[in-house]
């Protein structure tokens, strides 16, 4: 079975090898292509994977290449990891909109629309080759924005593309743990959209355990989410959030610390990891301890502004465990391609699920996955305050679609003036000038 790897030369593919390494059953992967549009990453990456694989007498072939047809061609699972516009890209997102006050986190805000507004003709044209070039493949986008661009995929793959991430997975075992449980055992009730969606049941043996915890304070406070967001407010809210909307709930703050900090998110990534690359191209330094002590770093400080504005302190070593989204995609293919019946939380089209949005829009459920690929699973209906952030943020994604479509700039401003974490009409007009100065890919939005 070959998989193929679109973003090859990312720094996170040796945790999806890694996980490969470790599945030897029938009918697993024999063969990873990679594909980049930067040949150096590529070495640096086949490199690392060539170290990890150095003891495993049946690890999967690896072939690089900056060829997207050939990569594509024959391909039975394809995996979007790319990231349009780099880590360069990703830091001017941030600053152009601290500039202006609001958030430019990747995926939320400004951030997340400019991000979008780059990779969404990219991913569409990466849809197009698929359907065209390998039409029998699964495609498993970790491409963020993961549910716009899952979206905007399916619209010309259909259900053959599905969108993952491990935050919510995350949640669930650490809530388990919490409660004393086997995480493996557990059924989360989660719903929402990606980074924007809440934890309201944990079942286990058909008992809903949440209740337990929200009851008890000091169990509530014990864990990464109950420290960042405060035991007063889960109560308050009758479930436990995704970390991400820790940028909806304390936005101020968060915005401020980001403004304080002494290097955005994006610039710290980029510098980290452009030392990284610089050092394995020295064909004698050991590559794999080199990506293993920049993991380590880069996991540790994840999220770590928003943790001072809780002042939460360090993440817990429990939190630095492996095992995140890389395993999500593994048992996906393993569900799809051996027909192993499972139960995952993945980005797929609502169909009915959510009775607020349409038959088209991508959101976040535990879906049913075998052999004909994922259907969400029912759920109750979403509280008011969700399905006011839940609506509110699916209508910013359909005008990034709809402006990525059209070239329209005016369908661009829209989406930036109607994202909850942008105040105002004048300042969307604002963040879109800074990002067309700061994006020569953004030239196309040059229509009214």
């Known amino acids: 079975m070959k998989l193929t790897i679109l973003g090859g030369g990312g720094f996170r593919v040796p945790l999806v090898y890694g996980a490969l390494l470790a599945d030897h059953a029938e009918g697993r992967v024999s063969a990873v292509t990679l594909y980049d549009t930067d040949a150096d990453r590529l070495t640096a990456i086949a490199r690392v994977l060539g170290e990890q694989a150095a003891n495993v007498a049946d690890a999967p072939a690896v072939t690089a290449t900056t ?17 349009v516009g780099g880590l360069e890209g990703r830091a001017a997102d941030e600053r ?14 400004a951030g997340g629309i400019a991000y979008g507004l780059r990779t969404v003709p990219v991913a569409v044209d990466l849809a197009q080759r698929i359907a065209r070039l390998a039409p029998n493949a699964w495609v498993i986008n970790f491409t963020n924005p993961a549910g716009l ?7 010309h793959l259909g259900d053959r593309v599905i969108g993952i991430c491990d935050s919510p997975v995350g949640l669930g075992r650490r809530i388990a743990r919490v409660l004393g449980a086997d995480p493996d055992r557990a059924r ?7 980074h924007l969606g809440w934890v309201r049941g944990l079942r286990v043996d058909g008992r809903d355990e949440l209740p337990r915890l929200l009851a008890d304070p000091e169990l509530l406070g014990s864990f990464e989410e109950g420290r960042l967001f405060g035991t007063d407010w889960l109560r308050s809210l009758g479930a436990v959030p995704n970390e991400y909307l820790h940028y909806y709930y304390f936005n101020r703050e968060a915005v401020r610390a980001y403004q304080d900090a002494e290097q955005t998110r994006g610039a710290f990534l980029r510098e980290q990891q452009e030392g990284f690359y610089a ?4 064909p004698g330094a050991p590559a794999l301890p080199a990506w ?16 001072d504005v809780a002042g939460v302190g360090e993440r817990e070593e429990s939190d630095l465990e492996s095992g995140g989204y890389e395993q999500v995609a593994l048992a996906l293919m393993r569900a799809v391609a051996r027909n192993e019946r499972t139960s995952l939380i993945l980005n797929v089209r609502n169909r009915t699920t959510l009775s607020v949005l349409d038959a088209d829009a991508v959101i976040e459920v535990p879906c049913l996955v075998d052999a004909n690929g994922a259907r969400p ?28 479509e059209s070239g329209s700039r005016a369908t661009a401003v829209k989406a930036f003036a109607l994202h909850p974490l942008v105040d105002s009409v004048t300042v969307a007009g604002r963040l879109l000038d800074g990002y067309l100065k700061a994006h020569p890919r953004l030239a196309y939005l040059n229509r009214p």
């Open 188 to 194: 989360i009730d989660y719903v929402g959209l990606n």
């Open 149 to 155: 661009v899952t979206e905007a995929m399916s619209r």
């Open 279 to 282: 050092r394995v191209k020295d």
């Open 96 to 109: 152009v909109a601290l500039d202006e006050g609001v958030l430019g986190q990747e995926t939320v805000g």
């Open 292 to 307: 293993d002590r920049t993991r380590a770093e880069r996991e540790a400080t994840y999220m770590s502004e928003n943790r």
């Open 377 to 404: 699973v029912a759920v109750d209906p979403l509280p008011y305050h969700a399905v006011g952030l839940v609506t509110a943020v699916k209508a910013v994604e359909r005008a990034v679609l709809d402006a990525a």
């Open 67 to 83: 060829d997207l047809d050939d990569a594509l061609r024959g391909a039975d699972f394809v995996f979007s990891a790319i990231r």
